[in-house]
């Protein structure tokens, strides 16, 4: 089992959909996760940090859930704008500067 | 503050040279990595530093070599660049916060080797 795995996509949505993806990790470990978007393979940016159960920002929504060891990224009412790679990030737990990142999954939102 | 600074933004190699990629970061980052994006495999840890005069070995280090002299440098060097290191290459940087680390990126660089 890989260490992180993405839902490998692409999804292809329109405009105003809610669509999800979800991200399983293998290291129990773990403490903390992140979700970076990626521009036309530009530099990864934060989108989202989840240390306890959640995090909500706006129309993007990101839930852990360490029993069954996945993340999700919900995003609502889909902007043309969120077009982009998402990629999970799950840290090993305290091996500062060691992320371990997912393949990425590829979302289109369409007019 | 610049954050992350990478140079250079494009390069091309034959097979056989040897060149070196420059990070810098003005954040006192104590954290600093080097990963590799290739189409369709995310992005693949080469080599990391937790401090100046620390590094290691990431997931896919071989050919490739490092050094952390400060805090704010950390050059990665092809020793033999070989087509199969054809690749954009991202230098980060990150810091502890209560065992969380958030990485920042540079803008990376596209290099070809032929």
């Known amino acids: 089992r890989k260490e992180v795995e993405q839902d490998p996509g692409p999804f292809n949505v329109p405009e105003g959909a809610t669509v999800a993806f979800n991200c399983t990790y293998s290291?129990?470990?773990?403490?903390?996760f992140f979700w970076y978007r990626q521009d036309c393979r530009k530099e990864p940016k934060l989108l989202m940090s989840?240390?306890?159960s959640g995090n909500e920002d706006g129309r993007f929504t990101a839930q852990l859930n360490r029993a069954s060891q996945y993340i999700s990224l919900l995003i609502r009412d889909s902007k043309l704008s969120d077009s982009a790679t998402y990629l999970c990030v799950v840290p090993p737990y305290n091996q500062g500067g060691k992320l371990i990142f997912g393949q990425g999954t590829e979302l289109s939102v369409k007019p | 503050n610049a954050g992350v600074t990478q140079t250079p933004k494009f390069q091309v190699l034959k097979t056989g040279q040897s060149m070196t990629l420059q990070c810098a970061q003005d954040m006192n980052h104590e954290y600093m990595s080097w990963y590799r994006q290739d189409p369709g495999m995310g992005l693949r840890l080469i080599h990391y530093s937790v401090g100046a005069g620390i590094t290691d070995q990431g997931e896919v280090p071989n050919g490739y070599n490092v050094s952390r002299s400060t805090t704010e440098d950390f050059p990665l060097r092809l020793l033999s660049a070989a087509p199969s290191q054809t690749s954009v290459y991202f230098c980060?940087?990150?810091?502890?916060?209560?065992?969380?680390?958030?990485?920042?990126f540079g803008p990376g660089t596209r290099l070809t080797v032929t």
């Open positions: 980060a940087s990150s810091y502890s916060d209560r065992g969380t680390y958030e990485q920042y």
């Open positions: 989840v240390y306890s």
């Open positions: 290291n129990s470990a773990s403490q903390s």
